[in-house]
């Protein structure tokens, strides 16, 4: 009973420290990202759409030997934020949404057909991470290089949005030289670094003693607890009504989470044993993008929306908690 509870307290603090860790790297990079003139959209893509307490959570269960917690949180990660993310705050408001570019539509159903491939040829799978990582690097790419051919006047206006959004919630928007905010940013992504380590031992221990499957782990916990940040985040956008910024940033992660951890991940992974637990999440994940995908064409999204987002997620977790 002891036990169990030193290791509650030591994944809770692991994750506090990736939380809040996570909230200064985020910070100085978007001070870092201002300062170099980032539209309001590719602020969100880029800079809010990294999210290393999800890559550093499967990475570190990966190198561990945890696969399905590393596979798991990549999937469930991404089902939790496309549906709880988006439905709670519809359920308050009105969402403008906002046509997100077919291209990354292209890159998600890309990612999802080599995760497919991984999880079916689980032998192989470290091809297919380096195939996901590929398409990462390509989309990062494509999208610096649309930044630099953007019209210049755009860009600034959205830039002056996002210092006032800045000014809003601080007061101010703080001025710190570039070596400082990178400095700051390498020492939080340290301590990310480093709730993650303590967050997957804490997590297996506490596997041993509950009896809790690697699975419902991996696809729920973790998962659950890596979203509180998103989830606040598209509530502020709305709020001030500045959408683009959330938008941007949950399209950015989604791609994060396919493309860059879990390409990673299957690299260290090498091999594994595959289940259909897996492949019933990679079909409700990619029917859950189907849907933005018919969502991007309508102007807004409303409650019955959100009901339908909440009937994804209460499928997803009947799914899981089935193996229990």
């Given at each position: 009973?002891?036990?169990?509870?030193?290791?509650?307290?030591?994944?809770?603090?692991?994750?506090?420290?990736?939380?809040?860790?996570?909230?200064?790297?985020?910070?100085?990079?978007?001070?870092?990202?201002?300062?170099?003139?980032?539209?309001?959209?590719?602020?969100?893509?880029?800079?809010?759409?990294?999210?290393?307490?999800?890559?550093?959570?499967?990475?570190?269960?990966?190198?561990?030997?945890?696969?399905?917690?590393?596979?798991?949180?990549?999937?469930?990660?991404?089902?939790?934020?496309?549906?709880?993310?988006?439905?709670?705050?519809?359920?308050?408001?009105?969402?403008?949404?906002?046509?997100?570019?077919?291209?990354?539509?292209?890159?998600?159903?890309?990612?999802?057909?080599?995760?497919?491939?991984?999880?079916?040829?689980?032998?192989?799978?470290?091809?297919?991470?380096?195939?996901?990582?590929?398409?990462?690097?390509?989309?990062?790419?494509?999208?610096?290089?649309?930044?630099?051919?953007?019209?210049?006047?755009?860009?600034?206006?959205?830039?002056?949005?996002?210092?006032?959004?800045?000014?809003?919630?601080?007061?101010?928007?703080?001025?710190?030289?570039?070596?400082?905010?990178?400095?700051?940013?390498?020492?939080?992504?340290?301590?990310?670094?480093?709730?993650?380590?303590?967050?997957?031992?804490?997590?297996?221990?506490?596997?041993?003693?509950?009896?809790?499957?690697?699975?419902?782990?991996?696809?729920?916990?973790?998962?659950?607890?890596?979203?509180?940040?998103?989830?606040?985040?598209?509530?502020?956008?709305?709020?001030?009504?500045?959408?683009?910024?959330?938008?941007?940033?949950?399209?950015?992660?989604?791609?994060?989470?396919?493309?860059?951890?879990?390409?990673?991940?299957?690299?260290?992974?090498?091999?594994?044993?595959?289940?259909?637990?897996?492949?019933?999440?990679?079909?409700?994940?990619?029917?859950?993008?189907?849907?933005?995908?018919?969502?991007?064409?309508?102007?807004?999204?409303?409650?019955?929306?959100?009901?339908?987002?909440?009937?994804?997620?209460?499928?997803?977790?009947?799914l899981n908690l089935m193996t229990i």
């Amino acid at each position: 009973m002891i036990q169990g509870l030193i290791w509650i307290l030591i994944f809770t603090g692991s994750y506090l420290l990736i939380y809040f860790s996570a909230d200064f790297f985020i910070d100085n990079l978007k001070e870092l990202s201002i300062k170099y003139n980032f539209s309001q959209f590719i602020l969100g893509l880029l800079i809010l759409g990294i999210d290393p307490e999800e890559s550093i959570a499967s990475i570190i269960a990966a190198i561990n030997g945890l696969p399905y917690i590393a596979l798991g949180n990549v999937i469930g990660n991404s089902v939790l934020s496309l549906t709880l993310c988006f439905s709670l705050p519809a359920f308050f408001y009105k969402i403008d949404l906002k046509s997100v570019s077919n291209r990354y539509y292209l890159i998600l159903y890309a990612c999802l057909l080599s995760i497919l491939l991984g999880i079916i040829f689980s032998s192989f799978i470290i091809i297919f991470g380096l195939i996901s990582t590929t398409i990462y690097l390509v989309y990062i790419k494509r999208s610096i290089r649309a930044i630099s051919r953007g019209d210049r006047e755009n860009v600034l206006e959205e830039l002056d949005i996002t210092k006032e959004i800045a000014k809003q919630e601080e007061g101010y928007v703080r001025e710190k030289p570039p070596i400082q905010l990178t400095l700051f940013t390498l020492l939080s992504l340290f301590f990310i670094f480093l709730g993650g380590e303590f967050l997957i031992i804490s997590a297996e221990q506490l596997m041993i003693i509950t009896g809790i499957s690697e699975s419902i782990f991996g696809f729920i916990i973790i998962s659950f607890i890596t979203n509180v940040e998103e989830l606040t985040l598209v509530f502020k956008s709305i709020k001030k009504k500045s959408l683009e910024i959330g938008l941007g940033g949950m399209v950015g992660k989604i791609i994060w989470n396919l493309s860059f951890t879990f390409g990673i991940s299957a690299m260290i992974i090498i091999q594994f044993t595959s289940n259909l637990i897996l492949l019933y999440n990679w079909i409700l994940l990619a029917a859950l993008i189907s849907f933005y995908r018919f969502l991007s064409n309508r102007k807004y999204m409303y409650r019955i929306t959100a009901l339908i987002l909440m009937l994804f997620l209460i499928i997803f977790l009947l799914l899981n908690l089935m193996t229990i």
